[in-house]
């Protein structure tokens, strides 16, 4: 099972990044794909969690209305669309897949990707 993120990079507040997940080894209908942040000096934070297997997808409140995680089965690939970025959206993002339904503990994750970096500049 492999996940490798891509797609961070810097950008200007108010500004719009894409993030891409390229995943393989394991079916994404039968697993729960989220998007995790970390700051230097704190835990993951859980961004998005979208899961094939109920049509679910959550967002922690702070990224509501702003980002939108999608997934493209036929293509193995997540996607976590961000717009309108703040600098308090600066952070190292991670692509993790866990068996089933969406969650928001990073234990629940065994499998992640290696993380991008997106720098939100004011």
């Known amino acids: 099972v492999q996940l490798q993120a891509s797609g961070g990079g810097l950008v200007q507040s108010g500004g719009s990044l894409r993030l891409s997940c390229a995943t393989s080894?394991?079916?994404?209908?039968?697993?729960?794909i989220a998007w995790f942040r970390q700051v230097p000096g704190k835990g993951r934070e859980g961004v998005s969690c979208?899961?094939?297997?109920?049509?679910?997808?959550f967002y922690t409140d702070s990224v509501k209305g702003r980002f939108t995680a999608s997934t493209e089965n036929n293509e193995n690939m997540a996607y976590l669309q961000m717009n309108s970025l703040k600098p308090e959206d600066t952070a190292v993002y991670f692509c993790?897949?866990?068996?089933?339904?969406?969650?928001?503990?990073?234990?629940?994750?065994?499998?992640w990707g290696q993380g991008t970096l997106v720098t939100v500049s004011s």
């Open positions: 993790a897949a866990a068996r089933g339904l969406c969650t928001w503990n990073p234990e629940d994750f065994r499998y």
């Open positions: 080894g394991f079916e994404m209908d039968r697993y729960a």
């Open positions: 979208r899961s094939r297997r109920d049509g679910s997808t």
